[in-house]
């Protein structure tokens, strides 16, 4: 492959993972205050691999990303992160997880959305944008070690309410450790424990 012809294969993979913005860099800040060194943490849809190699660096945790998308996947390899193609949490072992860590797709999309497209699923959480967050804590009380928990990146686009009541539904109390807001939304990261 040319350079030119490489190049631009990179360029369409880059527009296919979501980059990291200021909800990545939430999450990272309070994951690096909350994780042990000796954690065995999951960064559940990884995108670039920023918040995982942000922990792992700053922690020295082990930690590894997943993603739905393949291009996430290997981006996250490439900056040195192990990163595993899945769907949430689904092939990894019960207990087997300190802590697990996720910036979900909570933008609120039309049905009819793009579903095939990378970015369109990296984005949008389904027709309220909490689709993807509930599948999720549907699952992640099965991964996590008994004195395991979850850092969860929640908007109020989303509803931060909805996924608290949601989250105790599924056995888990729910403590906010930091917000930031913007013009269009507040993001916050959840601690969910059980």
Not at 14 to 22: L, N
Not at 173 to 190: G, M
Request: hydrophobic share 45%; charged share 25%; with cysteine.
């Amino acid at each position: 492959m040319s350079d030119e012809s490489d190049l631009a294969a990179r360029r369409g993979v880059e527009t296919e993972v979501y980059d990291p913005a200021e909800d990545s860099r939430l999450l990272a800040d309070v994951a690096c205050e909350e994780v042990a060194g000796d954690d065995t943490v999951l960064d559940v849809g990884t995108g670039s691999g920023y918040v995982a190699a942000t922990v792992e660096e700053e922690t020295g945790a082990r930690v590894v990303g997943c993603d739905l998308n393949p291009h996430a996947c290997q981006r996250a390899r490439d900056a040195g992160i192990e990163a595993v193609r899945a769907d949430l949490t689904t092939p990894f072992a019960d207990g087997a997880l300190d802590v697990v860590l996720f910036n979900p797709p909570y933008l609120p999309a039309d049905a009819a959305a793009a579903r095939e497209d990378w970015m369109e699923v990296a984005l949008t959480g389904g027709e309220t944008g909490r689709e993807v967050i509930e599948a999720f804590l549907d699952d992640v009380g099965r991964v996590l070690a008994p004195e395991g928990y979850a850092l969860v990146l929640v908007s109020t686009l989303t509803g931060v309410e909805e996924v608290v009541d949601y989250a105790g539904e599924r056995g888990f109390s729910c403590v906010a450790l930091a917000d930031e807001s913007f013009p269009f939304e507040t993001l916050t990261v959840l601690k969910l424990v059980r």
